[in-house]
């Protein structure tokens, strides 16, 4: 994928394609033949501080972990972004998300991986 500003972190996305973290401050979205689909920043008029950690869960909702601001926000698919964690982060870095709706985030401010559980529609 051409054209990344400092790509940090990396998922992949269900449709085959995947996300992309920048030090620049965005986050993209590319399909499985590496082109461009979306920027999360453009497409949501969302302003990250310094994204981090990405993951897609099983509705195909991007989390993202912005490290300078110490929050987690879920971007769906369709409709507006939502904070799933603002509180309790110090710096948070990778993260994955389980099939039930488990967020884990590596949090290298306090040196662990810490646990979070979000709504999602069961599997």
């Given at each position: 994928?051409?054209?990344?500003?400092?790509?940090?972190?990396?998922?992949?996305?269900?449709?085959?394609?995947?996300?992309?973290?920048?030090?620049?401050?965005?986050?993209?979205?590319?399909?499985?033949?590496?082109?461009?689909?979306?920027?999360?920043?453009?497409?949501?008029?969302?302003?990250?501080?310094?994204?981090?950690?990405?993951?897609?869960?099983?509705?195909?909702?991007?989390?993202?972990?912005?490290?300078?601001?110490r929050?987690?926000?879920?971007?769906?698919?369709?409709?507006?972004?939502?904070?799933?964690?603002?509180?309790?982060?110090?710096?948070?870095?990778?993260?994955?998300?389980?099939?039930?709706?488990?967020l884990?985030?590596?949090?290298?401010?306090?040196?662990?991986v810490?646990?979070?559980?979000?709504?999602?529609?069961?599997?």
């Amino acid at each position: 994928a051409p054209n990344l500003q400092g790509p940090r972190y990396v998922s992949p996305v269900p449709s085959g394609g995947f996300v992309v973290s920048e030090e620049c401050g965005d986050v993209k979205v590319f399909t499985s033949s590496c082109k461009l689909l979306c920027s999360l920043s453009s497409k949501y008029g969302h302003q990250f501080g310094n994204p981090a950690g990405v993951c897609v869960d099983t509705e195909g909702s991007i989390l993202v972990a912005d490290e300078q601001r110490r929050t987690v926000h879920l971007f769906p698919e369709h409709g507006a972004p939502v904070c799933l964690v603002s509180a309790g982060l110090r710096r948070p870095a990778g993260m994955a998300c389980s099939s039930f709706g488990h967020l884990f985030v590596a949090d290298a401010g306090e040196n662990c991986v810490k646990v979070f559980k979000y709504c999602v529609r069961p599997p």
